[in-house]
Each structure stands twice: as C-alpha cells, then as structure tokens.
C-alpha cells in the first residue's frame, strides 16, 4: 500500500490549493480515505473523508464550506480542494486510508 500526497505549498491567505493523493498497492474503490492534518504542537485531526464511491463525505466544522474532498476511482487518487484559505489552515496535511495507512504528507502554509 503506498500513499503519495502532493500539492502543498505557501499560500497567502484568501487563496487555493489543490492536495492530491495518488494510491497504489490496493483497490481503492473498496475503501473510504481521508485527508487528516497535523499543525505545529497539536494533535493530528480529521479534515475531511468521502465514502468508496463519493456519494458521502464528511467534514470537520472549521472546514465546511471551504474545502471539498472528492476522489477519482479511475485514477486511485483522491483529492482536497481548499479554498479561503487561513493561517489557520497551516499544517502538514495526510492522507489515509483504514487501518492504519498514511501517506508522509505535504505541508500547506498560509502566510503573508
């Protein structure tokens, strides 16, 4: 099983990127995956998770509205597009996939 996130990068805030989350190793379309993040002296939390097949997705309340998980079962990839983003937002972002798999992250910074 391997998870390869990219996409990450210094952004001001107010602006957008796109994590991606290439898999390999697996049949994606069997498992739900999520996108978790870990800020500086904080405990890893969940960002966001979508079902096998898209049709449900869940997000943590500090993210509603401004970031939106999808997948592409074609591709073994799924995805995390954040918008209006925040200093808040700053983190090395994970993706994971049950039990126990998870990727070295990407690092996303909001500053200016």
């Known amino acids: 099983v391997q998870l390869v996130e990219s996409g990450g990068a210094l952004v001001q805030p107010g602006g957008s990127l796109r994590l991606s989350c290439a898999t390999s190793?697996?049949?994606?379309?069997?498992?739900?995956m999520s996108w978790y993040r870990q800020a500086p002296g904080k405990e890893r939390e969940l960002v966001a998770e979508?079902?096998?097949?898209?049709?449900?997705?869940n997000y943590a309340d500090s993210v509603k509205a401004r970031f939106t998980i999808s997948r592409d079962n074609a591709k073994n990839t799924v995805y995390l597009q954040m918008n209006s983003l925040k200093s808040e937002d700053t983190a090395v972002y994970y993706c994971?996939?049950?039990?126990?798999?998870w990727g070295q992250g990407t690092q996303v910074t909001v500053s200016s």
């Open positions: 994971y996939r049950p039990v126990g798999y």
């Open positions: 190793g697996f049949t994606f379309s069997s498992y739900a």
């Open positions: 979508i079902s096998r097949f898209g049709g449900g997705t």
